[in-house]
């Protein structure tokens, strides 16, 4: 066997505990911090809360569509042969790229509320609301289903149980087709390409403006007081960018290699570029994509004091209950 036999082997070898492992993890994390975020007591606003909520909501729709309904009966060929026999994977197709669009373009909306919040004060008041997000999350959601029905009619019913390219069979002749070769680029473009330049671009500004305000309000206190005491104002802003370039950069890390892997794979067959990667590279990138579902709510507990404490208490709360009906 080549070494990229084996290495591939030995990726495959993983993923037989990492899937199933991740979707172990994934499923009840998501669904506590929907839990803990809701409840609003994490001191964050609610239009963050709603912009956070929305985000784990829609990372918990990929672990279930594509991560337990798609890449574990792909390891696990073998125990799911029966779905080969439920003519319904272009429908899974359309709500799994529907799904995976939301849950990427609800952090680029999140990023640019930030950018509004910190940058744009008088634009703050009026669109960093709960009214607004609900808008802007609503708009994206409806977006990013009709977006995804191509998928519809470039796929036939059964399930095809492996990567090679898609997870379903196409229809004849779409895998030379140049019209649907370039609406598939322009979705993989638009998602996460796009994504990955705007959250770029939005971060340099806001740290630029950051920067600037720093030294404008370092200067006036010292000024003003002749010592910098603590700065509360400056302190929030800190907070906020911590947690808005973690949650960006966890985003921008995890996605990179799905995002080259795929236009790469799109470009090859349109024969515009002679770069072939390796299968593992395409293994690699499913992997990382679907560990960012789950890696918010570490972020969440390691930036944000009140979060860790409502995860404690709602941890807590079963053994509580049952230590006093034990008393």
Request: charged content about 20%; overall charge positive; glycine content about 2%.
């Given at each position: 066997m080549s070494l990229e036999g084996r290495t591939y082997f030995m990726l495959w070898s993983m993923q037989l505990i990492y899937y199933p492992l991740l979707a172990a993890v994934s499923v009840p994390v998501n669904l506590l911090t929907i839990a803990i975020l809701s409840r609003g007591k994490c001191g964050l606003s609610k239009c963050v809360t709603r912009y956070l909520v929305?985000?784990?909501?829609?990372?918990?729709?990929?672990?279930?569509t594509d991560l337990i309904l798609r890449q574990i009966p792909i390891v696990y060929r073998s125990l799911f042969v029966f779905l080969r026999h439920f003519p319904v994977c272009n429908i899974h197709a359309v709500l799994l790229y529907a799904v995976t669009d939301c849950s990427v373009w609800f952090t680029v909306t999140f990023t640019f509320d930030r950018f509004v919040a910190i940058c744009c004060q008088k634009l703050k008041t009026k669109y960093c609301t709960e009214k607004t997000a609900a808008v802007v999350l609503g708009t994206v959601s409806?977006?990013?289903?009709?977006?995804?029905?191509?998928?519809?009619f470039m796929f036939e019913d059964p399930y095809l149980l492996s990567n090679t390219p898609w997870f379903c069979f196409g229809v004849t002749g779409v895998s030379i087709s140049p019209v649907w070769a370039g609406i598939e680029l322009l979705h993989y473009i638009l998602t996460p390409c796009v994504p990955f330049i705007l959250i770029l671009f939005l971060n340099a500004l806001t740290v630029r403006?950051?920067?600037?305000?720093?030294?404008a309000r370092r200067r006036l206190r010292s000024h003003s007081n002749?010592?910098?005491?603590?700065?509360?104002?400056m302190e929030s802003r800190r907070k906020s960018m911590i947690l808005l370039f973690v949650i960006s950069g966890n985003f921008i890390v995890l996605w990179v290699v799905f995002m080259l892997d795929s236009i790469?794979?799109?470009?090859?067959?349109?024969?515009?570029?002679?770069v072939i990667l390796p299968p593992l590279v395409q293994e690699l990138g499913f992997m990382l994509q679907l560990l960012s579902c789950c890696t918010?709510?570490?972020?969440?507990?390691?930036?944000?004091?009140?979060?860790?404490?409502?995860?404690k208490n709602l941890v807590k709360y079963p053994f509580t209950v049952i230590v006093k009906f034990i008393k």
């Open positions: 929305s985000m784990a909501a829609a990372d918990l729709l990929v672990v279930i409806v977006l990013s289903c009709l977006k995804n029905i191509f998928w519809y403006h950051i920067f600037v305000a720093s030294r002749g010592e910098s005491p603590r700065d509360p104002e790469n794979r799109r470009l090859l067959h349109m024969a515009l570029t002679s918010n709510t570490c972020i969440y507990a390691v930036t944000q004091a009140k979060f860790r404490e409502q995860l």
